[in-house]
């Protein structure tokens, strides 16, 4: 199995109903469901991304070495994994279809309905 990398996040992200790809602030690929991101990596540099997680889930992510509060997102429940080993692949999947979970239940019912 291959170590994370953005393709293989592009891959996981777009296979998920109703996903958009944005880029924003110049060199972020953004990942969107109802026009709300639930993922975000920069597309230079090292391998980093950016996704939405439970409280209890931040809490127990934050301790790990390689993920932090994500810049400008923590407040809403958001981590910053700073390398493809941050997570295991069976956790990257869980926790990028988790924060697409979590976007598309805060949208509004007739959004949803159209996913």
Not at 40 to 58: E, H, I, M, N, Q
Not at 65 to 76: C, E, G, K, M, Q
Request: with cysteine; hydrophobic share 40%.
């Amino acid at each position: 199995m291959h170590e994370m990398n953005i393709e293989m996040l592009r891959t996981l992200s777009c296979a998920m109903p109703g996903t958009e790809e944005d880029v924003k602030w110049g060199n972020d690929l953004c990942f969107l469901v109802g026009k709300k991101m639930f993922c975000v990596t920069a597309l230079d540099g090292p391998f980093r991304a950016s996704f939405k997680v439970k409280p209890g889930a931040f809490e127990e992510l934050v301790q790990r070495s390689d993920i932090v509060p994500a810049p400008y997102l923590a407040r809403n429940n958001w981590v910053m994994a700073r390398s493809p080993g941050a997570l295991s692949n069976d956790e990257w999947e869980l926790y990028i279809r988790g924060s697409y979970d979590l976007v598309r239940a805060g949208l509004p019912k007739r959004i949803r309905e159209q996913l």
